[in-house]
DNA sequence: GTTAGCATGTAAGGAGTTACATGATTTT
DNA sequence: AAAATCATGTAACTCCTTACATGCTAAC
């Protein structure tokens, strides 16, 4: 039945990561995977066995180009964006679907918010509660029709779980409060929100 | 080389979590989806498409067994566990090995806590604890050699992560404190340390 | 001169999801 | 009588990891 697009290789938040970085300068291989586990570093690492063949495919793909670096005889390959890269960067960056809210990319797409548009920013964002809160919602709703008496580490470990997740939805709605003034402040303004110190 | 044992099916925590449900009681599959997803939520979620192959390999495995609990002509399957499948659980209760304290396992070992063994728990506790700690210090140390200002997003988002896994660290602390408390306290009480309320 | 870090890659596989497929039973 | 939820399952696929394989270069 799916005649669905074959898509040849990787996908996913790399991707996105990967293209982002090379936005902001060209980069080899290795340092990429540096920044990229700096910057994610609380919430995600890749490894090698991933960046690299995404990295092949991308070039495979026409969204970088690489240029061999040689700084003596050592082998670095640094990749660049290309303008079809960064066409499609701009296409991932302007996907503000539930796949951008879901745990394992809201933190890349996040990452990237100075590069996204603010209407994009404010749609991810509330995406991101709204899921939070469905998810708040369903445990609680289960805990209390649970009748069973559960242990105490089951209950510890509910408590602990809903107070994360209650702490980020809290995290969440200030910083919508933050975007939202920022808007009406500066009506019109589409790029970065000032304040780059914080 | 690795003339490691050819794990026919499925495994992971999804096998624990099954089993450590089961012994509380015989469930059928829907029920232990339910249960699942109540207990970890805020964490984890677990769909059919891995529930019941996994249920099927235990069943191979003669892990656990399958009565059809006929009400009526609902086809229910009540799955229990043997006394191989009790077995297998004490093995993977008694593991507190690296894989017991990544982010994946760590709340499923933690919600069966009631059934591990007191010193067990306190070494999961404690890997889990050094390992947070370690990201933290590799995250900490990479950001500060960053030389290159980042923009206000990535610092939002890092300054999230980091304060994320150190409230979790905290956590961890108190749950240690007060395992060693009741440990010295009633020397011997393997069971459950009551301050369910922190 | 050896350890640690820089640098690039590949093959095999693990763990789970998505979408599909089906039907019974309870609630509204 | 329609909608929700209970109930079970499979095939194809995705995304990423692990372990391997290799060699250079800086620091101690």
Not at 74 to 95: F, P, W
Not at 177 to 197: I, K, L, Q, Y
Request: charged share 25%.
């Amino acid at each position: 039945m799916a005649q669905a697009v074959k898509r040849s290789g990787r996908s996913g938040v790399l991707e996105l990561a990967v293209l982002g970085l090379l936005h902001e300068s060209p980069m080899h291989g290795y340092e990429l995977s540096k920044r990229l586990n700096t910057m994610l570093g609380a919430f995600r690492a890749f490894s090698y066995g991933s960046l690299y063949p995404c990295l092949k495919q991308m070039l495979a793909l026409g969204h970088v180009s690489a240029d061999g670096e040689s700084t003596g005889s050592r082998s670095k390959i640094v990749y660049r964006l290309t303008a079809d890269g960064k066409e499609h960067l701009q296409n991932l960056l302007g996907e503000a679907g539930p796949s951008s809210w879901e745990d394992e990319n809201f933190g890349v797409h996040f990452a990237f918010f100075s590069q996204t548009d603010a209407e994009v920013r404010m749609r991810i964002l509330e995406g991101r509660r709204s899921r939070l809160e469905e998810r708040l919602d369903n445990v609680k709703t289960s805990v209390a029709r649970t009748r069973e008496r559960v242990d105490s580490y089951t209950l510890e470990l509910q408590r602990h779980g809903l107070e994360s997740v209650e702490r980020e939805v809290r995290w969440l709605t200030e910083l919508i409060e933050t975007e939202r003034r920022a808007d009406t402040a500066s009506s019109g303004t589409s790029s970065v929100a000032s304040a780059t110190n914080v």
